[in-house]
């Protein structure tokens, strides 16, 4: 316990040097609430308004997951094919490349644009910025297998079924961890630059990111703050029950959880 | 060819066995070879002597570029079914416990229920000295400890011919003697025929019953050494002044290969 204290004592006194920097800002050179809202200001927005962000988060949050959980779907069958044979692999990773580098911005309105605006198309959007990750980093898992245990798998007469199963899968786990971490926080951006083009006309209450958008086209720049908040701590969120995921998952046999383990 | 009197034929027969690369290299020349049931036949000799090679041509691994192998009358990979392979490293799945990792074989093998396979592999590790360490994770064990589950996942299949390639080189020495001990305790419970790749040539001689002393480019048999001695051996032996000729001998012998560089 006192360890938990020591440890969070520093980040503590940064988040309290920030906020106090910031109102400091606020007061010294007189700027206007609409440029940069004090902390309490802030803070009295989110408690005002905490019904509206928790169903802006509501929306947003089914978005991203939906996202993200059709990308590691995808994700895992296209790094299984691609697991298969070094030719279909060296043919179709540029694309993967691809995918991963045309800017998110550029491709969402086209989408939205060619679907029917909605959840579905901003999940599209989020499913498309997750997916390279999970494909990268899977695929890598699967292909490195040491050679022996191959041999040895090979001396035991396994199945091609029972060397995926028993092999191939497990000893990719701690990859596909690494992946799903990258995306756990790239589809809450995702979903957010989906609304941004998404729901505008769509819907009149939308999720965190048409949110964004009204506050600032109102000038609610204490609301956009508040939205923003919101959005950081999904995006913790997010992250953080996938770390456990993988902790729990993993904590018996991999360095990377054991160092988890050992604090 | 001990046999003939029997009639039988040789457990292992090795027929003019040669590999070559794909780049035109030969690493193995005209292998001839026989080897009877309960055989313990170590390989020794200069890196690129093509010892590991031979291994893998014996588990159907790597195929055979000339000549014939032939096991208990079958092809290699037909022979499988017959033989363990231990490798250079303990090659556990980390995700697995002991006994999960012991299980491995037979689960592959898949003709075992789960109570059965437990069953059977829980008397292998009281044998091995591993109960204690059943549930472990490989991360928990000390590099002898793995050896000795890796060991005891290749017996858990009842294999006539195991193919170790240098399982105890990355081993401290007294590790190294204890698990020597321990092979040859092993044996004495289930007569397997043993190739044995090693570099250390005390426990060549401390194992087996021949020692093959290999030269290199092309490789080949240069030398073969019987070792007589009586088993069950203890560590007694390895102070005797028989025992101390031997190993004399067979230095003598790779240095002579070596030398031929």
Known sequence: MRKMFKEALWPAAVFLAVLALWQGACTVFRIPPYVLPSPPQVFATVVERHASLVAAFRITAVEAVGGYLMSIVVGVLVALVFAQSPVVRRSLFPYTILLQTVPIVAVAPLILMWFKSGASSVMLVAFIICVFPIIANTTQGLISVPRNLVDLFAMANASRASQLLKLRLPHALPSLFVGLRISAGLSVIGAITGELFASSNAVGEGGLGYSITYANSQLQTDYLFALVITTSVMGCLFFFTVTGLEWLCLRHWHESAMKVDAD | ?261
């Open chain 2, 1 to 261: 060819m001990k046999n003939t009197d029997t009639g039988q034929p040789p457990f292992i027969t090795l027929g003019d066995v040669t590999k070559r690369w794909s780049n035109g290299v030969t690493v193995l020349d005209g292998i001839r070879l026989d080897a009877e049931r309960g055989d313990f036949i170590s390989l020794i000799g200069p890196s690129g002597c093509g010892k590991s090679t031979l291994l893998r041509l014996l588990s159907g691994l790597t195929p055979i570029s000339d000549g014939t192998v032939t096991i208990d009358g079958m092809a290699p990979v037909a022979a499988r079914e017959i033989m363990s392979f231990i490798f250079q490293d303990a090659t556990l799945l980390p995700w697995r416990t002991v006994q999960g990792n012991v299980e491995l074989g037979l689960e592959l093998a898949g003709n075992t229920t789960a109570a059965a396979r437990r069953e059977a592999c829980g008397g292998l590790l009281r044998l091995v000295g591993l109960s204690d360490v059943a549930g472990h994770y490989p991360r928990q064990l000390s590099g002898g400890m793995k050896m000795r589950v890796s060991i005891a996942r290749a017996l858990a299949t009842r294999p006539k011919l195991l193919l170790m390639d240098e399982p105890f080189g990355a081993l401290d020495e007294m590790t190294r003697d204890f698990l020597n001990e321990e092979v040859l305790r092993l044996r004495e419970v289930d007569r397997f025929t043993t190739f044995f790749v090693t570099h250390s040539v005390a426990e060549a001689v401390f194992l087996s019953t021949r020692i093959l002393v290999m030269s290199a480019k092309p490789g080949r048999v240069a030398r073969e050494i019987a070792v007589p001695f009586p088993f069950p051996r203890t560590s007694a032996l390895r102070s005797a002044p028989e025992f101390l000729e031997r190993v004399g001998e067979v230095s003598a012998a790779l240095r002579t290969v070596k030398g031929a560089h």
